[in-house]
Protein backbone atom coordinates (compact mmCIF):
# COMPACT_ATOMS: atom_id res chain seq x y z
CA UNK A 1 0.00 0.00 0.00
CA UNK A 2 1.77 3.73 -1.18
CA UNK A 3 0.65 6.48 0.09
CA UNK A 4 1.65 10.66 -0.83
CA UNK A 5 3.42 12.11 2.51
CA UNK A 6 0.52 14.84 1.76
CA UNK A 7 -2.27 11.81 2.65
CA UNK A 8 0.36 10.42 5.34
CA UNK A 9 0.11 14.40 7.15
CA UNK A 10 -3.64 14.68 6.59
CA UNK A 11 -4.23 10.92 8.17
CA UNK A 12 -1.85 11.65 11.17
CA UNK A 13 -3.94 15.08 11.76
CA UNK A 14 -6.88 13.25 11.82
CA UNK A 15 -5.80 10.70 14.21
CA UNK A 16 -4.56 13.37 16.53
CA UNK A 17 -7.52 15.81 15.86
CA UNK A 18 -9.68 12.42 16.71
CA UNK A 19 -7.57 11.90 20.10
CA UNK A 20 -7.97 14.80 21.12
CA UNK A 21 -11.84 15.38 20.87
CA UNK A 22 -12.49 11.44 22.06
CA UNK A 23 -10.37 13.07 25.59
CA UNK A 24 -12.66 16.40 25.24
CA UNK A 25 -15.59 14.26 24.93
CA UNK A 26 -14.52 11.79 27.76
CA UNK A 27 -16.91 11.59 31.04
CA UNK A 28 -15.66 12.10 34.49
CA UNK A 29 -12.78 9.44 35.41
CA UNK A 30 -14.72 7.45 37.74
CA UNK A 31 -18.09 8.27 39.72
CA UNK A 32 -17.65 10.88 41.97
CA UNK A 33 -20.13 9.33 44.44
CA UNK A 34 -17.86 6.57 45.79
CA UNK A 35 -15.59 9.32 47.47
CA UNK A 36 -18.57 11.38 49.20
CA UNK A 37 -20.15 7.66 50.08
CA UNK A 38 -16.30 6.28 51.89
CA UNK A 39 -16.30 9.51 54.10
CA UNK A 40 -20.32 9.30 55.13
CA UNK A 41 -19.45 5.78 56.17
CA UNK A 42 -16.01 6.92 58.05
CA UNK A 43 -18.66 9.40 59.98
CA UNK A 44 -20.86 6.88 60.67
CA UNK A 45 -18.81 4.55 62.08
CA UNK A 46 -17.16 7.47 64.01
CA UNK A 47 -21.29 8.75 65.50
CA UNK A 48 -21.49 4.55 66.06
CA UNK A 49 -18.23 4.08 68.61
CA UNK A 50 -18.54 8.02 70.15
CA UNK A 51 -21.44 8.56 70.17
CA UNK A 52 -23.28 5.30 70.57
CA UNK A 53 -22.86 2.38 73.10
CA UNK A 54 -22.92 -1.39 73.45
CA UNK A 55 -24.56 -3.56 71.05
CA UNK A 56 -26.07 -0.03 69.17
CA UNK A 57 -22.73 0.77 68.35
CA UNK A 58 -21.64 -2.79 67.01
CA UNK A 59 -24.83 -2.37 64.82
CA UNK A 60 -23.96 1.20 63.52
CA UNK A 61 -20.10 -0.41 62.58
CA UNK A 62 -21.95 -3.33 61.20
CA UNK A 63 -24.26 -1.82 58.62
CA UNK A 64 -21.51 0.67 57.43
CA UNK A 65 -19.47 -2.11 56.71
CA UNK A 66 -22.90 -3.68 54.80
CA UNK A 67 -23.09 -1.13 52.73
CA UNK A 68 -19.16 -0.35 52.06
CA UNK A 69 -19.35 -3.40 50.47
CA UNK A 70 -22.48 -3.14 48.44
CA UNK A 71 -20.83 0.45 47.41
CA UNK A 72 -17.55 -1.38 46.40
CA UNK A 73 -19.71 -3.70 44.11
CA UNK A 74 -21.70 -1.18 42.79
CA UNK A 75 -18.73 1.32 41.89
CA UNK A 76 -17.48 -1.34 39.64
CA UNK A 77 -19.94 -1.92 38.02
CA UNK A 78 -20.55 1.61 37.16
CA UNK A 79 -16.83 2.04 36.28
CA UNK A 80 -17.41 -0.95 33.65
CA UNK A 81 -20.70 0.63 32.53
CA UNK A 82 -19.21 3.99 31.38
CA UNK A 83 -19.48 5.27 28.49
CA UNK A 84 -15.91 5.47 27.80
CA UNK A 85 -12.69 4.71 30.15
CA UNK A 86 -9.43 6.02 29.02
CA UNK A 87 -6.26 4.23 28.04
CA UNK A 88 -3.42 4.10 30.63
CA UNK A 89 -1.30 5.67 28.34
CA UNK A 90 -3.28 8.86 27.73
CA UNK A 91 -3.82 9.17 31.54
CA UNK A 92 -1.92 12.01 32.86
CA UNK A 93 0.04 10.95 36.12
CA UNK A 94 -0.57 14.52 37.45
CA UNK A 95 -3.99 13.98 37.32
CA UNK A 96 -3.63 10.66 40.04
CA UNK A 97 -1.29 13.16 41.68
CA UNK A 98 -4.14 15.16 42.00
CA UNK A 99 -6.34 12.15 43.18
CA UNK A 100 -4.04 11.27 45.72
CA UNK A 101 -3.69 14.55 47.12
CA UNK A 102 -7.62 15.06 47.65
CA UNK A 103 -7.58 11.47 49.32
CA UNK A 104 -4.46 12.65 52.36
CA UNK A 105 -5.84 16.85 51.98
CA UNK A 106 -9.61 15.51 53.23
CA UNK A 107 -7.49 12.94 55.62
CA UNK A 108 -4.75 16.06 57.04
CA UNK A 109 -8.23 18.54 57.52
CA UNK A 110 -10.17 15.57 59.21
CA UNK A 111 -7.01 14.98 61.64
CA UNK A 112 -6.65 18.83 61.85
CA UNK A 113 -10.10 19.99 62.64
CA UNK A 114 -10.12 16.87 65.09
CA UNK A 115 -7.09 18.42 67.33
CA UNK A 116 -9.09 21.47 66.97
CA UNK A 117 -12.32 19.99 68.20
CA UNK A 118 -10.87 18.13 70.81
CA UNK A 119 -8.63 21.40 72.21
CA UNK A 120 -11.67 23.73 71.90
CA UNK A 121 -13.60 20.38 73.80
CA UNK A 122 -16.48 20.13 71.53
CA UNK A 123 -18.55 17.12 72.33
CA UNK A 124 -17.32 14.36 70.26
CA UNK A 125 -15.30 15.59 67.91
CA UNK A 126 -14.26 12.18 65.93
CA UNK A 127 -17.77 12.38 65.03
CA UNK A 128 -17.93 16.71 64.12
CA UNK A 129 -14.61 16.32 62.30
CA UNK A 130 -15.55 13.59 60.26
CA UNK A 131 -19.20 15.39 59.04
CA UNK A 132 -17.39 18.48 58.17
CA UNK A 133 -15.02 16.30 55.95
CA UNK A 134 -17.55 14.37 54.35
CA UNK A 135 -19.40 18.09 53.87
CA UNK A 136 -16.13 19.04 51.89
CA UNK A 137 -16.02 15.69 50.34
CA UNK A 138 -20.02 16.57 48.77
CA UNK A 139 -18.87 19.74 47.19
CA UNK A 140 -15.66 18.25 45.86
CA UNK A 141 -15.55 15.39 44.95
CA UNK A 142 -17.55 15.75 41.82
CA UNK A 143 -15.36 18.25 40.84
CA UNK A 144 -12.19 15.91 40.90
CA UNK A 145 -12.66 13.17 38.31
CA UNK A 146 -14.20 16.17 36.22
CA UNK A 147 -10.73 17.36 36.50
CA UNK A 148 -8.48 14.75 36.05
CA UNK A 149 -10.26 13.89 32.59
CA UNK A 150 -9.62 17.75 31.83
CA UNK A 151 -6.31 16.90 32.34
CA UNK A 152 -5.89 14.07 30.37
CA UNK A 153 -7.37 16.21 27.65
CA UNK A 154 -4.78 18.87 28.10
CA UNK A 155 -2.24 16.67 27.90
CA UNK A 156 -2.80 14.86 25.00
CA UNK A 157 -3.78 18.67 23.16
CA UNK A 158 -0.25 19.77 24.95
CA UNK A 159 2.00 16.33 23.61
CA UNK A 160 0.62 16.87 20.13
CA UNK A 161 1.05 20.62 19.85
CA UNK B 1 10.60 -4.54 11.78
CA UNK B 2 9.43 -2.00 9.27
CA UNK B 3 6.61 -0.62 10.08
CA UNK B 4 3.54 -1.17 7.67
CA UNK B 5 0.40 0.56 6.59
CA UNK B 6 -2.94 -1.65 7.51
CA UNK B 7 -5.15 -1.08 5.01
CA UNK B 8 -7.99 -2.01 7.22
CA UNK B 9 -7.25 0.77 9.36
CA UNK B 10 -6.46 3.30 6.60
CA UNK B 11 -9.88 3.72 5.54
CA UNK B 12 -11.02 7.54 6.92
CA UNK B 13 -13.61 6.56 8.93
CA UNK B 14 -12.20 3.31 10.27
CA UNK B 15 -8.97 5.32 11.04
CA UNK B 16 -11.04 7.80 12.89
CA UNK B 17 -12.36 4.98 14.89
CA UNK B 18 -9.33 2.72 15.57
CA UNK B 19 -7.74 5.93 16.58
CA UNK B 20 -10.59 7.23 19.19
CA UNK B 21 -10.60 3.35 20.55
CA UNK B 22 -6.49 3.67 21.17
CA UNK B 23 -6.81 6.43 23.41
CA UNK B 24 -9.69 4.30 25.20
CA UNK B 25 -9.69 0.98 27.08
CA UNK B 26 -13.51 0.29 26.70
CA UNK B 27 -16.36 2.52 24.92
CA UNK B 28 -19.64 2.78 24.70
CA UNK B 29 -21.52 2.71 21.16
CA UNK B 30 -23.34 6.10 21.46
CA UNK B 31 -20.09 7.88 22.70
CA UNK B 32 -18.17 6.54 19.63
CA UNK B 33 -21.02 7.69 17.29
CA UNK B 34 -21.46 11.12 19.01
CA UNK B 35 -17.86 12.10 19.12
CA UNK B 36 -16.83 11.18 15.61
CA UNK B 37 -20.38 12.00 13.97
CA UNK B 38 -21.50 8.59 12.69
CA UNK B 39 -25.16 7.17 11.72
CA UNK B 40 -26.19 4.07 13.66
CA UNK B 41 -25.90 2.35 10.43
CA UNK B 42 -21.80 3.68 9.64
CA UNK B 43 -20.61 2.87 12.98
CA UNK B 44 -22.08 -0.85 12.84
CA UNK B 45 -20.96 -1.47 9.44
CA UNK B 46 -17.15 -0.49 10.35
CA UNK B 47 -17.08 -1.84 13.47
CA UNK B 48 -18.23 -5.20 12.25
CA UNK B 49 -15.54 -4.92 9.23
CA UNK B 50 -12.76 -4.16 12.34
CA UNK B 51 -13.82 -7.60 14.28
CA UNK B 52 -13.98 -9.60 11.17
CA UNK B 53 -10.37 -8.24 11.01
CA UNK B 54 -10.08 -9.50 14.51
CA UNK B 55 -9.26 -5.99 15.59
CA UNK B 56 -12.17 -4.86 17.90
CA UNK B 57 -14.09 -6.59 20.65
CA UNK B 58 -17.57 -5.96 20.84
CA UNK B 59 -19.36 -6.38 24.42
CA UNK B 60 -23.15 -6.45 24.57
CA UNK B 61 -24.65 -5.84 28.06
CA UNK B 62 -27.08 -3.44 29.65
CA UNK B 63 -27.44 -0.46 31.78
CA UNK B 64 -30.39 -0.81 33.75
CA UNK B 65 -33.06 -2.36 31.38
CA UNK B 66 -31.29 -0.95 27.81
CA UNK B 67 -29.15 -2.73 25.77
CA UNK B 68 -25.66 -1.30 25.21
CA UNK B 69 -22.70 -2.23 23.22
CA UNK B 70 -19.35 -1.73 23.99
CA UNK B 71 -16.08 -1.61 22.07
CA UNK B 72 -12.26 -2.18 22.46
CA UNK B 73 -9.25 -2.69 20.45
CA UNK B 74 -7.92 -6.14 21.03
CA UNK B 75 -4.06 -6.72 21.10
CA UNK B 76 -3.60 -7.54 17.64
CA UNK B 77 -5.50 -4.56 16.87
CA UNK B 78 -3.27 -1.68 18.96
CA UNK B 79 -0.42 -3.43 17.49
CA UNK B 80 -1.63 -2.83 13.74
CA UNK B 81 -2.64 0.57 14.66
CA UNK B 82 0.74 1.56 16.30
CA UNK B 83 2.06 0.50 13.22
CA UNK B 84 0.09 2.01 10.77
CA UNK B 85 0.64 5.57 12.76
CA UNK B 86 4.53 4.60 12.79
CA UNK B 87 4.32 4.04 9.13
CA UNK B 88 2.71 7.14 8.01
CA UNK B 89 4.87 8.98 10.36
CA UNK B 90 7.59 7.26 8.59
CA UNK B 91 6.49 8.48 5.12
CA UNK B 92 6.14 11.80 6.07
CA UNK B 93 9.42 12.09 8.26
CA UNK B 94 11.28 10.59 4.80
CA UNK B 95 9.61 13.56 2.70
CA UNK B 96 11.13 15.50 4.72
CA UNK B 97 7.45 17.70 5.72
CA UNK B 98 7.18 18.12 9.58
CA UNK B 99 6.21 15.50 11.21
CA UNK B 100 2.95 15.91 12.34
CA UNK B 101 2.58 14.34 16.18
CA UNK B 102 0.02 11.29 16.50
CA UNK B 103 1.61 9.39 18.97
CA UNK B 104 -0.46 6.19 18.50
CA UNK B 105 -1.86 5.49 22.23
CA UNK B 106 -0.30 2.66 23.96
Known amino acids: ?161 | MRPELDPVIHAPTRLRIVALLAASDEVEFAFVRDTLELSDSALSKQAAALEAAGYVRIRKGHVGKRPRTWFSLTREGRAAYESHVAALQAIVAGSGHSLLPARPAG
Open chain 1, 1 to 161: MQISPEEAAKALDEIARTRHRTLRNAPPLFPSWYLSFIWGGITVVQFATEVLHGPASWAGVAVVLAALAVAVVKFLRDMFRLPMRPHRSVVDPWAWAGFAGWIVGTQVLCFALLAVFGATGLPYPRTFSSLAVFAVALVTAPALPRWMALRNARRAEATDS
